[in-house]
């Protein structure tokens, strides 16, 4: 195992990902993500006469989408149903532990 | 050398049939998925059920585990032959990801769950290959920026082209207002000049809960507190604020603090959620005044109860 130490890289803050540049990210192909974006999944920023661009948090979705189909063979409508209840599961566990933290002592 | 860790991996049996190992595998990809579950040692046992998988679904590798155990993959008789055996098994379609991230590391650092790891296999034939990791920040890293060493492995390639795993510190500087999904750019510090993408998700904190950019805190306060309203001092995660409760205040009431919330161009409010607490003891007066209280008020809250 060799080691490396990088000081101090220059870090950039990914604010929108045009569609080719989400296909590179996702290691996919253009038509992988219209599917995302035909089923919901995810959603481009409305910017109808440009090409397509993706805002964090669907890019984040969208590369999540790509391990979970790959992973457990999923196709595009399954994906959407696990992330979407992934986020309530979410979410509810989130409220339920600020419940707990005075109702349930 | 018999080893079993690949069949206890997937709790199966050493005579398992095929059908039983892929079924045993899905249902293990299913339950400890990184991106699924929240048991912290899911990543540990999703990457085990991989490795397993790989070695097992494998008419041949599966018969050298039996015969060599952990070292079956090791040069024998022919050894470019072996090799290339045990580079394919990277390339499967119904396989793990590359998890190859040094998890234990992450934890040193951000004390938290790490739950991702490097996409993308070993196997492509393009020598610039970008790289993606996933790293837990506090809250406050968040909040107020911070800088952090981060260590990871990824594969890099020598000179003469070969995928060596090398272990990396970074010294990683967090913007202040980053969200959770948001995606770290590091130019050429992937794989032979690629990028490095981190993404970046937040540990769980103790006192605030995240919606967006929206902070909630459960903040308890006394009946009487609750009753005749007044300041009391609140935690925000730039430090204490003075809040003023409303008189007659309702056990659940939000006070919103605005702007007290994450950063960024349109910055999130901090919500107090009010959570009225009794004390763990009552003296005999405050015994005696709560008597008066209720002397005093004909309030019944269970009327439309049918109590």
Redesign the interface.
Known sequence: MKKAVKRNPSVDMIETLTLSELTIFCDTNADWVLGLVEHGIVTPIAKPSTELQFEPAHIARARKASRLMRDLGLNFAGVGLVLDLIEERDALARKLAMFDTYDHA | MVDNTHYEALGVPRDASADDIKRAY?KM??KY?P??A?DPDADAKFKAAGEAYSVLSDPESRAAYDRYGADWDQPRPEPDQQRAGAGSRWGGG????DRDINADSFRDFFGGRFGGGF??GFDRSAMQR?Q?ARIEIPLEDAVAGAKRAVTL?MP?LDQTGHV????????????K?????????????GTAGGDL?V?IAFQ?HPVY???GRDL?V?L?VTPWEAALGGKVKMPTPTGKVDLKIPPNARHGQKLRLRGRGLPGAQKGDLYA?L?I?NPPNLSQKARDLYRQLASESSYDPRSNLGA
Not at chain 2, 94 to 97: E, I, L, M, P, R
Not at chain 2, 164 to 175: G, V
């Open positions: 899905r990809a299913r998925h991106d699924v929240t119904f396989a793990f990801d996409g993308g970008d993606h492995q890099q060596t795993m090398e272990q990396r510190t970074i010294d990683l500087t967090i913007p207002g980053v969200m959770p999904g948001q995606q770290l750019r590091l130019r050429g510090l993408f993404e769980p809960r995240i919606e909630f459960a308890p959620v959570h607490v």
